[in-house]
């Protein structure tokens, strides 16, 4: 099956494409479910957004279907996948396509897991919790490096190329959570004492920050 994708690489670059949009459709349904109840439960600071890459979190709020930046970003990469395909020796065809494929299903997956969550969440949860970016990043990290040691064991039993490409994917992803947490302030030693006392005085994070 994989080899057909390879045969045909516009199909292939079209299916990037689609990935790359869903991917940003699958956060605009987070943030509209967080907008609308999840919220009252969760937020993060100094910076209030459920997106990751810090060039696409001031659109977010705006819900766009398509987001302009977004998509000729997704056309880019579809566009340089069919190219890639047909100028790389075939011999790393597979692996190439498990790789950039593989970016995009494991943010997918996380994008509907925290959507499924939010959706639960709109009962039996009580209380709220505030998240540092750079925690968030961390642990956000942390799920991507355990989905990649989990997709290396079941490529070395496998032996497949193409998931071995998307082990690679999965250890990209945390290695950027890492690179993207250095844009955020650090976290003041005084944080977690400050977060209890405004816990108990109802204050808000942005006051501790």
């Not at 957004?49 to 696409?56: K, L, N, S, V």
Request: glycine share 8%.
């Amino acid at each position: 099956m994989v080899e057909w994708f390879v045969d045909h690489p516009i199909v292939s670059g079209f299916i990037t494409i689609l990935l790359m949009w869903s991917d940003w459709l699958l956060t605009i349904a987070q943030e509209k479910e967080r907008a609308e109840h999840y919220f009252e439960h969760y937020q993060s600071y100094p910076t209030n957004t459920i997106e990751g890459h810090p060039a696409f979190q001031s659109s977010i709020p705006k819900r766009q279907l398509i987001n302009p930046k977004h998509f000729m970003a997704a056309v880019a990469i579809g566009t340089v996948v069919s190219i890639m395909l047909m100028i790389i020796p075939r011999m790393w065809c597979e692996l190439f396509l498990g790789y950039v494929w593989g970016l995009f299903v494991i943010v997918d997956t996380q994008h509907l897991s925290n959507w499924l969550g939010y959706r639960a969440g709109r009962q039996g949860i009580h209380g709220k919790l505030w998240m540092h970016q750079r925690t968030g990043y961390l642990v956000q990290s942390g799920r991507y490096c355990s989905i990649a040691l989990f997709l290396l064991v079941l490529s070395i039993l496998s032996g497949s190329v193409v998931i071995y490409g998307v082990t690679i994917a999965g250890f990209v992803s945390s290695l950027r959570q890492l690179i993207w947490l250095k844009r955020i302030p650090k976290i003041e030693k005084e944080d977690a004492l400050l977060g209890i006392q405004n816990t108990e005085s109802t204050a808000t994070p942005e006051k501790v920050v």
